[in-house]
């Protein structure tokens, strides 16, 4: 009896260890969130005073920083442009990326591997090597000041990496899946879109969620390429329109890096389910 009890002790106190921890790594990172939650209703003469707590409003709460964002500057335009440029770039990335990284995982040749190091290395190219070159392609198509110009070079970054990764996922996948698919009258295409794709559904949410945040948070190219307010997205928009040379709208930015922040938070947390779903539905019996 004593062994018993010693052991649910050491049980319940592990337990509450393991929960404290959790909860104190929990609280460390959602405090960057919640200062900045907190800082977007804050008072001028509450955020700049040091003896003022940072995470209680020591003064009343005012919503005229929020507004200020939404009146005086195209945070809304900014928002669309980021949107659908990150859906064209995943689109374009998923439709370029899983064949070729289908091919490289198939392919019986002594260079394939080779070549997928090869591509991944392409993502390693720092982008202030390639912003010049680039610049001059964006002009040559006459995509200059427009949005346009970054769905065109978003996927030279998005791409590499992005087959990179499949390549790892396509090659757990047993060809006896695909092969059954086209004895069961399946052309390749089909028996790639219908048996082997769902199984890689894992690989295509993380290419997703990598696509659109890089995309997303992306600064060199959107600075270099885009300079009208109406074409720019929310990396290059907000910093441009809130810090006016030495002039910082604290408030205004805490409250754009929220209303950012929290739906990418909302729909990673969607995927994750997905992912973890794509993982349990996916698995091959041996």
Do not use: C
């Amino acid at each position: 009896m004593a062994t018993l009890a010693s052991y649910r002790r050491r049980h319940v106190l592990g337990r509450i260890g393991v929960y404290t921890l959790a909860s104190l790594a929990a609280f460390f990172s959602a405090a960057p969130f919640v200062w900045s939650l907190i800082t977007a209703f804050k008072q001028n003469r509450d955020l700049y005073n040091p003896s003022s707590n940072p995470f209680l409003y020591n003064r009343p709460a005012t919503p005229d920083h929020v507004t200020y964002l939404f009146e005086n500057t195209a945070f809304g335009t900014f928002a669309w442009n980021t949107l659908w440029v990150g859906a064209l770039v995943v689109g374009i990335t998923l439709l370029l990326g899983l064949p070729a990284a289908y091919a490289l995982a198939r392919l019986d040749r002594p260079w394939a591997g080779w070549f997928g190091v090869a591509i991944f290395l392409v993502y390693l190219v720092p982008p202030s090597l390639l912003f010049l070159s680039l610049s001059r392609l964006v002009v040559a198509v006459g995509l200059q000041d427009s949005t346009w110009s970054l769905v065109l070079i978003y996927p030279t970054i998005t791409i590499p990496v992005s087959v990179w990764l499949l390549i790892g996922f396509l090659k757990a996948v047993p060809r006896d899946i695909e092969e059954q698919a086209m004895v069961d009258g399946y052309s390749r295409l089909g028996a790639f879109w219908r048996a082997v794709v769902p199984l890689t559904f894992p690989g295509v949410v993380a290419v997703i969620v990598f696509a659109f945040t890089l995309t997303a948070s992306e600064f060199i190219y959107a600075l270099s390429f885009v300079s009208p307010t109406d074409q720019k997205v929310i990396s290059t928009g907000v910093p441009t329109e809130l810090v006016r040379g030495d002039v910082f709208f604290w408030q205004s930015l805490q409250a754009a890096t929220v209303l950012v922040a929290l739906p990418i938070a909302l729909v990673f947390n969607l995927f994750l389910d997905r992912f973890i779903a794509g993982f349990t539905q996916g698995a091959v019996k041996g």
